[in-house]
Nanobody, 127 residues
Framework: QVQPVESGGDSVESGGSLRLSCVAS????????MGWFRQTPGKEREGLAS???????TYADSVKGRFTISQDKAKNTLYLQMNSLKPEDTATYYC?????????????????????WGRGTQVTVSS
């Protein structure tokens, strides 16, 4: 059973930075897709960034240039470096994993692409 576990959420001031981590245990697949999503109460979950087994990355326009997704394959760990944070970045951030490649670019930030989800980590950005 693949189980992603996020960490690194915190409260920061506007303009600050955070790095989220996600350790995805329970699999040793060579093909996979990993991603970061966020959600605020009353809104749909938003896809932010994804990374393929070959390090191909995809970003949502809302975070492009500010957030960077990366992975450490040896540690089965996914990262999201978040810079220039804004109050509207306040949300619960989720890590997601699938054991197939990310595939067609328009699918790479869709919830339905990912089968395994973490429980989330809270990020709060104050103005």
């Amino acid at each position: 059973q693949v189980q992603p576990v996020e960490s690194g959420g915190d409260s920061v001031e506007s303009g600050g930075s955070l790095r989220l981590s996600c350790v995805a245990s329970g699999y040793t697949y060579s093909d996979y897709c990993m991603g970061w999503f966020r959600q605020t109460p009353g809104k749909e979950r938003e896809g932010l960034a994804s990374i393929d087994a070959d390090n191909s990355t995809t970003y949502a326009d809302s975070v492009k240039g500010r957030f960077t997704i990366s992975q450490d394959k040896a540690k089965n760990t996914l990262y999201l470096q978040m810079n220039s944070l804004k109050p509207e970045d306040t949300a619960t951030y989720y890590c997601a994993v699938d054991t197939t490649r990310c595939g067609y670019v328009p699918w790479r930030l869709l919830e339905t692409t990912f089968r395994y989800w973490g429980r989330g980590t809270q990020v709060t950005v104050s103005s």
